[in-house]
């Protein structure tokens, strides 16, 4: 894209069109609207400047690539964080026990059971299968980008998708 | 395509992600949240974009411009350097300023006689 100004109108349309799903991806992986905010944020400005140049066909495989290896920084640090400091932080670690409340009750009450439903059961998957989810369910990435997506290979998601379905689908039966 | 469509999928899987996916799409976002969202998107696009170097590089030819312009206007290229020929005012005043102070006295002294021969 040799226009700087097209390809930034192009990044901004494309990232417009991704950023609320983007953040519930990282909210249902890092359970804290500010921590997937800021790795929502990390995600986009790093596809900006690296890849603003490349084919727009390949910005969501490349934007979810980003955002899940950020994803996994974060639950690294945090685990890392508590096996260093964990000692120290023992009424900490009881708070963070607390199932997040979300940020706006107001917002809980307007996503309704059947979203307190899927929001439960999300977090009962793996951090992959949430990821699979999010990418093949919602994003609709195929098989290939999720995987690009995901650093693993067509077979792996596929695996991933059809455990993670039958997952939710018994939790979510067992509610209704 | 959306995990809905898969036909690798078993029918049941195939209808429990459209439920999921619909369910999804209806997740309302309030406006604080989607105006923090937009703010996060501009914030990386405006960090991403190549500085504008333009005004820099403009200032700096405007000041070679100006550096320049004053050099030629004290020192001027291209005018006539021939010599001008010197009126006689001009040669008798050279004549003057390079004369050695010896010359002024024998000249004060031929001055004299020259009076004095014409008074006696």
């Known amino acids: 894209m040799a226009n700087p100004d097209a390809a930034y109108a192009s990044m901004d349309a494309f990232l417009a069109s991704v950023e609320r799903r983007a953040l519930r991806t990282a909210e249902f992986s890092v359970n804290n609207r500010d921590d997937a905010l800021d790795l929502v944020q990390d995600a986009m400005l790093e596809l900006a400047r690296r890849y603003a140049q490349r084919p727009p066909a390949e910005w969501p495989p490349l934007f979810y690539r980003i955002l899940n290896n950020a994803i996994l920084q974060f639950h690294r640090k945090r685990r890392r964080h508590a096996r260093w400091f964990g000692w120290l932080e023992n009424d900490a670690a009881v708070l963070d026990a607390v199932p997040d409340p979300g940020p706006d009750p107001a917002n809980s009450a307007q ?44 077979g792996s998601v596929k695996t991933h998708l059809s455990r993670a379905l039958n997952a939710l689908r018994s939790q979510l039966e067992e509610h209704t | 395509m959306h995990a809905e469509h898969d036909p690798g999928l078993s029918p049941e899987q195939r209808r429990c992600a459209a439920e999921l996916r619909s369910t999804l ?13 937009s703010a996060a998107r501009r914030r990386a696009l405006d960090a991403s974009r190549p500085r504008q170097y333009l005004p820099i590089w403009t200032g700096a030819a405007l000041a070679a411009a100006l550096v320049a312009a004053v050099s030629l206007s004290l020192n001027p290229v291209g005018t006539d350097a021939t010599p001008q020929p010197l009126d006689e005012d001009s040669l008798e005043w050279l004549a003057l300023s390079t004369a050695t102070p010896g010359m002024y006295e024998e000249l004060e002294l031929y001055e004299w006689l020259a009076d004095d021969g014409d008074a006696g």
Do not use: I, K, N
Request: charged share 25%; glycine share 4%.
């Open chain 2, 25 to 37: 799409d209806q997740l309302p976002l309030d406006a604080v949240t989607q105006a923090r969202l």
């Open chain 1, 111 to 154: 996503q309704g059971e059947a979203m307190a439903d899927l929001s439960a059961a999300m977090q009962r998957l793996s951090l992959r299968q949430r990821q699979v989810v999010m990418l093949r369910v919602w994003e609709g990435l195929d098989v290939a980008d999720a995987a690009a997506a995901m650093r693993c290979s067509p």
